[in-house]
């Protein structure tokens, strides 16, 4: 991976899905990245199978949580 995973997942929520946004960051919204990477980053690594599968719920993608903290934990 290009860029390092933050180590800090105590802002993901306990279970449940979360949006792209939530993962990567939002500077708009305010909201810090759990995942410092760009959009086209991380839909780069989930085509090579270093990032989860969405989960499309009619034309939005979404991630379950766990996938991501396993993401997170799981060696370079």
Do not use: F
């Amino acid at each position: 991976m290009t860029k390092e995973v933050q180590q800090n997942p105590s802002s993901l929520p306990e279970s449940g899905y979360i949006r792209l946004y939530q993962i990567i960051g939002s500077k708009k919204a305010g909201i810090p990245p759990i995942i410092p990477v760009s959009r086209g980053t991380w839909h780069t690594w989930v085509k090579q199978g270093k990032a989860p599968k969405p989960v499309k719920i009619n034309r939005t993608c979404l991630w379950r949580v766990e996938d991501i903290r396993e993401m997170i934990e799981r060696p370079a």
